[in-house]
């Protein structure tokens, strides 16, 4: 069973989110580069998610002020 949480903390005029679940942690030999597009460490993996992920995070927080 994949064990997932979600935790948001305010900061001043900031807001913190961390995600985090049990899957075993990302290798920090690749830990730049989980965003970019197309980057993925699965074999049939399209490394697209975790970019567009960030993307969409990205455009809507610019629109919080």
């Known amino acids: 069973v994949l064990f997932r949480s979600i935790h948001t903390r305010c900061f001043e ?3 913190g989110l961390e995600i985090s679940d049990n899957a075993g942690g990302i290798d920090t ?6 965003f970019e ?3 993925s460490t699965k074999k049939n993996g399209d490394g697209i ?3 567009i992920a960030k993307t969409i995070i990205e455009k809507e ?3 919080i002020k």
């Open 13 to 15: 005029n900031r807001v």
């Open 29 to 34: 030999g690749i830990i730049d580069k989980i």
């Open 49 to 51: 998610g975790l970019y």
């Open 61 to 63: 927080m610019s629109l």
């Open 37 to 39: 597009p197309y980057f």
